[in-house]
Every structure is written in structure tokens, then in C-alpha cells.
């Protein structure tokens, strides 16, 4: 059974596949992105992973932190900042 989604715009089909996960599993993010939205995931703080969202059009990427005291969450703060964003 096929999903149907009644939109105005094309626009407001694409913002209703951009909520939703089956943009990333039917390989639609260049559909998406051509249609000027962003594509945000999450996935681990590690610069080989994020290369390759990056490769496939991923804008964003959010990530956790496994460290909970306030001197952990700076180290992993600019490690993430030097090893990760500065080179991406």
C-alpha cells in the first residue's frame, strides 16, 4: 500500500518528507535539497561519518556527548571543535 500525501505546493510535500525519516531510507536527500531544505541526522562524533553524510547531502549533524561533568563536556566540546568542525 502506497502513502499518498496531499499538499498544496510541492514545497509543502517536500517539508512533509523532510519531517519524517523516509527521506533518508528511499535516498531522496538530493530531492529534498534541490528543493532548497536541509537534511539534519545525528550519528557520532567522528569525522569519517560525518564526511560521508556530508558526501550524500547532509547539512546538518547533531551529536551526543558521553560525559556528564562540566570539565568532560568541555574537553569533548573542543575536541569536537578541533577535530571535527574545524576540518569539515
Not at 53 to 59: F, H, K, P, R, Y
Request: hydrophobic share 40%.
Amino acid at each position: 500500500m502506497e502513502l499518498r500525501l496531499s499538499a498544496e505546493s510541492k514545497r509543502d510535500r517536500m517539508m512533509l518528507r523532510g519531517s519524517d525519516w523516509y527521506v533518508m531510507r528511499s535516498g531522496r536527500i538530493a530531492e529534498v535539497r534541490a528543493d532548497g531544505f536541509d537534511v539534519t541526522t545525528s550519528a557520532a562524533p567522528n569525522l569519517d561519518i560525518i564526511k560521508r553524510l556530508e558526501d550524500i547531502g547532509v547539512t546538518r549533524v547533531s551529536t551526543g556527548l558521553t560525559v556528564s561533568e562540566p570539565d568532560g563536556i568541555t574537553r569533548s566540546l573542543e575536541k569536537i571543535a578541533n577535530d571535527i568542525i574545524a576540518r569539515v
